[in-house]
């Protein structure tokens, strides 16, 4: 089987299991290091003329990080595209689940069955409230309906914005320092937040740098995620 992933998680996930199915993947795509595979560009402007050359039998795409008419196109061309949707760890586990026993046939790894155990269980109780910026100038949060939120719901951090009507809300800076949370979280994706930028900007809130990997990406990386709560 020759597969195209378009979702960086996704990339990491399948080449833990079977690197040599890889044949593209984005330029974002960029665990495990050193792999081989023909880059397709970003996420959001796939090249699909390469992606077609690339005769894939199957590409993955999700509905957050890729566009739907990226995914049409490729229909349109006669390439079978399977599309996931993941708003929370439990559906990224039970996504991949389905993907390696109904649409590859492949064998489950042992950080899945591990991810299940760890991260699909009862809620623990809130020990801290948080925010987690992802942009600036404007500044915009993690909102409502996210898989980031809920794995750091089932760390024990309660995401302030949590309750936000949008997914990722435009937000004034002042309303985010003057939240209530204990911290904020500023990790190093999508913007890059630095020690040089980002904290000086918030005066009342302790700020804290950490990996946008741990806390966005679904996939072997929720295994390292799930000891970020011993790290505070």
Known sequence: MRIVSLVPSITEALASVRPDALVGATDWCTHPA???VTRVRGTKNPNLTVI???EPDLVIANKEENRELDV???REAGIRVEVTEIESVPEAVATY???LDDVLGWERPDWLT???RLWCGPLP???RRVVVPIWRDPWMV????TFTGDLLRRLGWENVFGRHEDRYPHVDLAEIDEAGADAVLLPDEPYVFTAEDGPEAFSRTPTELVSGRLITW???SLLEAHRLHRSV
């Open 34 to 36: 050193g792999l081989e």
């Open 52 to 54: 077609h050359d690339l």
């Open 72 to 74: 049409r196109r490729l």
């Open 97 to 99: 689940e389905r993907l």
């Open 114 to 116: 591990e991810a299940r």
């Open 125 to 127: 109780r809130v020990s």
């Open 142 to 145: 993690v909102g409502s309906r």
């Open 218 to 220: 679904y996939g072997p």
